[in-house]
């Protein structure tokens, strides 16, 4: 059974408009989108950049790791109607 690695993502609204990522996990791990979907999109991978760069470098990083069938939650932002 393969395994998932979760990595902490904080989202916030711009007020210019769009939305900012950080994962304060990783050191300078953040990312920008003009929607939700695009700043999920760069962070996972600005994230996936990172640990390949740690990997070249034998570095250990930390992260939540859980088999495909654990159950985990998300929040999803929808506008009020």
């Known amino acids: 059974m ?3 690695n979760l990595y902490p993502v904080q989202i916030e609204i ?4 769009g939305y900012f990522a950080n994962c304060s996990l990783l ?3 953040h ?3 003009t929607t939700y979907s695009e700043v999920i999109e760069n962070i996972q991978d600005v994230i996936k950049a990172h640990l390949e760069i ?3 470098q034998n570095q250990i990083f930390s992260s939540i790791t859980i088999e ?3 159950p985990f939650s998300v929040n ?3 506008p009020v109607v």
Do not use: F, M, N, V
């Not at 711009?14 to 408009?17: I, K, L, Q, R």
């Open 31 to 33: 990312a920008e989108g």
């Open 76 to 78: 999803i932002p929808l």
């Open 27 to 29: 050191q300078g791990c």
């Open 14 to 17: 711009c007020d210019d408009g």
């Open 2 to 4: 393969s395994k998932i």
């Open 68 to 70: 495909r069938k654990t």
């Open 54 to 56: 740690r990997k070249e």
